[in-house]
């Protein structure tokens, strides 16, 4: 992954439709490590699932064209997008519970 700090990015993602109990999370999980993407993702109570994504620019906007389009049994009707001050803090990219 390109260290650049000028290019650091943190997505902020809320997805909505139908993107809970199709393998959504798995979804989002492997697109942000194919590409070494740091965060997390999160099924909400009201049926959102929200995620967070840090790393190159170029690899997060890739990653977000992904979760647009979402895993073949989602159906994703809208992701609100919010640019967030990158931490460097996560590790890994990880599924929440």
């Known amino acids: 992954m390109n ?18 109990g199709v393998g959504f999370r798995a979804f ?11 965060g997390w993702v999160k099924n909400l109570p009201d049926g959102r699932v929200e995620s967070e994504a840090e790393g190159d620019e ?20 809208n992701v609100d997008l919010e640019w967030i001050n990158p931490h460097a803090r996560d590790s890994s990219f990880e599924i929440m519970y």
């Open 28 to 38: 989002v999980q492997s697109q942000a490590v194919r590409r070494e993407l740091k």
């Open 3 to 20: 260290s650049d700090p000028q290019r650091l990015r943190r997505a902020h993602l809320l997805v909505q439709g139908r993107v809970q």
């Open 58 to 77: 170029t690899l997060v906007n890739e990653f977000i064209q992904t979760v647009r389009r979402g895993p073949s049994l989602a159906r994703v009707q």
